[in-house]
């Protein structure tokens, strides 16, 4: 069983795990900005940045939002998603009033279709039902060539160890 840490006490994560190497599953999410679906995964021709949050409502995972938004724009065939649980309305809400413009946000809350397919579903705890805080990087042929739980739900993850990936794919 994969398990991370919130506020250092574990907590354990449901579904399918997928590793560096794997071959991305194809999900759907919902875009936040229109509610239209956005594919997730698999072969795109291009670099998919995939950064799962368990809700913009906290004050890490809106920084974290933030500073993809200004860093990842700077990647050349890279498309960058944020995942989160939060409702459409409220993700959209929070990427106007916090100018969040280059970068996809998408809501997992109908069937938690990314989180449990790619393994960052939160099975219990306080959190159960969100996603954990993980990084995935995809490349064209929809392969995942870089993976990173954040140990600490509640801490930030490695942006440049990210960035660099993303950049490489």
């Known amino acids: 069983m994969v398990t991370t840490k919130l506020k250092g006490g574990d907590v354990a994560l449901a579904g399918r795990v997928v590793n560096v190497g794997d071959k991305a599953p194809v999900v759907t999410a919902v875009n936040s900005a229109d509610l239209s679906d956005v594919q997730i995964g698999g072969a795109k021709g291009k670099t998919q940045l995939i950064v799962a949050v368990p809700s913009l409502d906290t004050p890490v995972c809106a920084t974290e939002t933030r500073m993809f938004n200004s860093k990842a724009s700077a990647l050349a065939n890279v498309e960058t998603i944020i995942v989160s649980m939060d409702l459409p309305f409220a993700s959209k809400r929070f990427c106007s009033t916090e100018g969040i413009d280059n970068l996809t946000v998408t809501s997992d809350f109908r069937n938690k279709d990314f989180s449990y397919n790619y393994g960052t579903l939160i099975a219990d705890g306080a959190l159960a039902g969100v996603s954990a805080r993980c990084i995935f990087v995809i490349d064209a ?22 960035l660099e990936a993303a950049a490489k794919a």
């Open 141 to 162: 042929n929809g392969v995942v060539t870089y993976k990173q739980l954040v140990p600490e739900i509640t801490a930030e993850p490695n942006y440049d160890e990210a």
